[in-house]
């Protein structure tokens, strides 16, 4: 298995961070409608900028030979602003990306893991997250990995896809 770095996540990562997202975004566009174009990278700094300097947000990132290969990242479900649920139970994984360079690798597996660890850690007790229903990879993973689908996939004006909701059990 290839060495793999894991650390939290540091303001100073935001732009490394943004760029595996932004290379995830673009493989949505096999399955996305046309003329989708995915969330602007300026956009999703911003919102990780604010984010990573909370407490209660937790983002770890993986990296191989210096350079950030991929990152995962849970808030908790009552203090997300699009989907809050009065829940302080229930944690929302908000990103899980690896750089195309790095899957099968076991890596995503890894960093999923150790997500679902620090979960359990902070006491939470059920995991919430919202993927493209047309990323079929993305949703066999969760699949393999204990999740089950809660919502079908339906359109999600603010990002112009077909979302589907999982959750697990911590």
Known sequence: MTAYALR????????????????????YRSFAPEGWTPPAASQEAQRLLG?????????LVAEHEGELVGHVGFL??????????????????????????????????????????????????AMRLF???GQQRARRFYEREGWSLTRPPAFDERIGLEIAEYRRAL
């Open 8 to 27: 939290a996540a540091t303001p100073q990562d935001v732009e490394r961070i943004v760029a595996v997202t932004v290379e995830g975004f673009e493989t």
């Open 51 to 59: 984010m990573l300097g909370e407490d209660h947000v937790w983002y």
């Open 131 to 133: 993927t493209p229903g």
């Open 76 to 125: 908790p479900a009552d203090r997300l602003s699009f989907a809050r649920v009065d829940d302080p139970r229930l944690v929302h994984f908000r990103q899980l990306f690896v750089t195309r360079e790095h899957w099968g690798t076991g890596l995503a597996r890894r960093l999923h893991a150790a997500a679902i660890d620090e979960a359990c850690a902070r006491g939470f007790t």
